[in-house]
């Protein structure tokens, strides 16, 4: 019976999402695929140029793990990475953003990274009940958040549920959430290298959504194609509808929207519905930056960032 907490522990784990097949992992078909892939994430880890810490978190949709650097006094600064990217996307940017802010980069968990879901799939609801447990378990108050792509809609979605403690939200070309993908043909080519993934697939992917493709640290492209060769996550856009006029009226907080002047997922029309309808809120275009904005471009995407953040209103 000594076996008998762990065992209640691992029932609790896996009570929330009844129903769905319970496994040990919903993205990875093998643990020696998962492992190559996790040596891939450490690899593209060691690019950070400050001290963390990792931790692993449990709640009640799965285990998250977070990536932690920053004075432990400052305002916290929680990073959701792109599609596939995992947190270790934001190597080029961490170090500016941990000089004052207290900074989470967690994974999301049913892509490729080091989180765990209970569920086979999550609705946007349990989703932000995985965020919001976490918030909780490091007690965080004026929560600054940072989404890319279909973190930005996350962003969003969480900033205006009830009784949030969020400050501000930063949207780096957020996927979905002022209207659809503008350039769907470039965007295919995402759906093509997860369909066939190989090394020139993967070349095609970083042509279509980088500026700079020749210019992106090769540890972090092996980390990326790994994702999705080994990776089982599944497209959310359809449960990632842009948001009503009604909703971006009622986020009340300051919020930031940059893109790239060569982004395939937004393009300046966006902003004619930012500033329409959100009360509080800056535009900005980056040049010479696809949609891998935060990586293309990190220099002034970093000051502008940390320029907003620092803002008092």
């Known amino acids: 019976m000594r ?3 762990l065992l209640l522990f691992f029932i609790f784990l896996f009570l929330d999402c009844s129903g769905h097949k319970i496994v040990s992992d919903y993205v990875f078909n ?5 492992a190559l892939y996790i040596k891939s994430y450490d690899e593209t880890l060691k690019l950070w140029k400050v001290p963390f810490e990792e931790m692993d978190v449990t709640t009640n949709y799965g285990i998250a793990h977070i990536i932690i650097s920053g004075p432990k006094t400052g305002e916290p600064l929680v990073l959701f990475h792109g599609t596939d990217a995992s947190s270790t996307m934001w190597f080029p940017n961490v170090k500016e953003f941990s000089a004052a802010y207290r900074v989470y980069a967690i994974d999301f968990p049913l892509e490729a990274g080091k989180s765990l879901s209970n569920c086979i799939k999550l609705t946007n609801k349990q989703t932000a009940g995985f965020y919001n447990a976490i918030f909780k378990h490091f007690r965080m108050e004026n929560i600054n958040l940072l989404g890319v792509s279909r973190g930005g809609w996350m962003a969003t979605y969480l900033a205006l549920q009830p009784g949030n403690a969020i400050k501000k939200i930063v949207l780096l070309s957020p996927a979905q959430t002022f209207g659809r993908v503008s350039n769907l043909g470039k965007v295919l080519s995402a759906i ?6 190989s090394p020139k697939s993967t070349n095609k992917f970083f042509e279509a959504f980088s500026y700079y493709p020749d210019k992106i640290n090769g540890v972090f492209k092996n980390q990326l194609y790994l994702a999705y060769k080994y990776g089982n996550s599944k497209p959310r856009l359809l449960g990632m509808m842009p948001f009503s006029q009604k909703e971006l009226k009622s986020l009340k907080i300051p919020v930031l929207v940059l893109i790239g002047d060569h982004d395939i997922v937004n393009n300046e029309k966006i902003f004619v519905k930012a500033h329409q309808f959100i009360p509080n809120v800056e535009t900005a275009v980056i040049k010479d930056a696809g949609h891998f904005i935060s990586i293309d471009q990190s220099e002034i995407t970093n000051k502008k960032i940390i320029e907003f953040l620092n803002k008092n209103e």
């Open 192 to 197: 093509n290298l997860k369909m066939f993934p």
């Open 30 to 34: 093998s643990i020696d695929e998962k």
């Open 3 to 5: 076996n008998l907490p």
